[in-house]
């Protein structure tokens, strides 16, 4: 008979149901939404992508740790997932970019993971109820009060009505020169006169201003509570609206008013990625959803409307907007070839457009670029 190691990990479902593992990382208790992701790499851009706060990320590839950690790869200064749930166990890291190992970096960030979990069991049970609530402890020890934790699952307030935006915004507003990662030399730096961009930053990503600085423009980041006021002190040739976190009519409350300003009063252009797409599709009129499991992944395909060319594109967004209640003068642009959901829109005559998807993260790898070279031939 196999010898089972005691668990020393313990995931419980506001539902009751509980799974036992092996921690790794920090130890301690947390609760979250849970969520599972169906990317094959980019573990540690996941972990520190600023939409994920407030969420433990099952994965359903099984290799997860293999290749170690790297400061590079970070999308923000820590891990922004409350935890995360492998199949196995992380192996000794072994790539040439390698600095240190996930569970290491794991317990000095502050976040638990859990390994030695049924992720296919898990993610039928995601989809089928929706992304649940729950609690996730780990105990050298293997003691865990199990009615403790599932009552604390059951406590999670959720994420329907919070707004997240500002617990991962910048605190100041910054400059931005860093250009995409390149064979061999690494990062760059954009040099020389360029288009101003401001970019709002509701939880950016680091490559999402790679890219922008990539396209040719001189980026400004400014905090989610930025007005519309801020945004014209700095002269810019246009607004980028980030990712991030959260329920969008939450942060909308904010930053929906501003977007409005900015539309009105002004005919720069304007481009969102994820949230910063719910931001703008609110400020036109339309509204958001929760979705039941959300999309996170690096395979989903996404048809453009316009061309009628396939991309395959990174996803990480528990809402949508309900393209039923786009306004006239505002059109669909992409949908997803998976539930048929919105993915993009533009205004109708104006340079003002955005997609639900994250084109910065590569995955195609280059399908979706051209949306940063079209906003900056949009200033030209």
């Given amino acids: 008979m196999p010898v089972h190691a005691p668990a020393t990990a313990c995931l419980a479902l506001a539902d009751g149901t509980v799974f036992f593992g092996q921690g790794f990382?920090?130890?301690?208790?947390?609760?979250?939404?849970?969520?599972?992701?169906?990317?094959?790499?980019?573990?540690?851009?996941?972990m520190?992508?600023?939409?994920?706060?407030?969420?433990?990320?099952?994965?359903?590839?099984p290799h997860i740790g293999n290749v170690g950690i790297t400061s590079e790869d970070d999308e923000?200064?820590?891990?922004?997932?409350?935890?995360?749930?492998?199949?196995?166990?992380?192996?000794?890291?072994?790539?040439?970019?390698?600095?240190?190992?996930?569970?290491?970096?794991?317990?000095?960030?502050?976040?638990?993971g859990m390994g030695g979990i049924d992720t296919r069991r898990l993610t039928r049970a995601i989809r089928q109820q929706g992304a649940p609530h729950v609690a996730l402890?780990?105990?050298?020890?293997?003691?865990?009060?199990?009615?403790?934790?599932v009552a604390a699952a059951r406590g999670f307030e959720g994420?329907?009505?919070?707004?997240?935006?500002?617990?991962?915004?910048?605190?100041?507003?910054?400059?931005?020169?860093e250009t995409r990662w390149a064979w061999p030399g690494g990062f760059g730096t954009r040099e020389g006169t360029a288009p101003k961009v401001v970019a709002v930053d509701y939880g950016a990503k680091r490559n999402i201003l790679r890219c922008l600085a990539s396209a040719g423009f001189d980026v400004t980041v400014l905090p989610a509570s930025a007005t519309a006021e801020?945004?014209?002190?700095?002269?810019?040739?246009?607004?980028?609206?980030?990712?991030?976190?959260?329920?969008?009519?939450?942060?909308?409350?904010?930053?929906?008013?501003?977007?409005?300003?900015?539309?009105?009063s002004t005919q720069m252009p304007v481009f969102g990625i994820c949230l910063g797409h719910q931001m703008?599709?609110?400020a036109l009129g339309a509204k958001t959803v929760k979705m039941n499991h959300g999309h996170h992944g690096a395979n989903h395909p996404v048809k453009d409307l316009g061309t009628g060319k396939v991309e395959i594109t990174s996803m990480n967004?528990?809402?949508?907007?309900?393209?039923?209640?786009?306004?006239?003068?505002?059109?669909?642009?992409?949908?997803?070839?998976f539930d048929g959901s919105n993915c993009g829109i533009k205004m109708t005559g104006r340079p003002v457009f955005s997609v639900q998807y994250h084109p910065e993260a590569s995955p195609g790898p280059q399908d979706s670029f051209y949306l940063f070279e079209r906003f900056r031939a949009a200033m030209a």
């Fill in 230 to 264: 801020d945004v014209l002190s700095h002269q810019p040739d246009g607004l980028f609206l980030s990712n991030g976190p959260g329920d969008p009519e939450a942060t909308g409350a904010y930053a929906v008013p501003m977007i409005r300003t900015i539309l009105d």
């Fill in 317 to 337: 967004h528990g809402f949508t907007v309900d393209a039923q209640t786009l306004p006239a003068g505002v059109e669909e642009t992409h949908v997803s070839l």
């Fill in 137 to 149: 402890a780990h105990n050298p020890d293997g003691v865990f009060d199990i009615e403790a934790l």
């Fill in 48 to 61: 520190t992508d600023p939409s994920y706060a407030g969420q433990v990320v099952t994965f359903t590839f």
């Fill in 25 to 46: 990382g920090a130890t301690g208790v947390v609760t979250a939404e849970l969520v599972f992701n169906t990317s094959m790499t980019g573990y540690q851009e996941i």
């Fill in 280 to 282: 703008l599709a609110l």
């Fill in 76 to 112: 923000s200064n820590d891990p922004v997932a409350a935890g995360m749930l492998v199949k196995w166990d992380p192996t000794v890291a072994s790539n040439w970019r390698s600095q240190g190992e996930l569970s290491d970096w794991l317990s000095r960030r502050n976040r638990i």
């Fill in 159 to 177: 994420l329907l009505g919070k707004d997240l935006a500002k617990d991962v915004t910048c605190a100041q507003s910054y400059r931005w020169d």
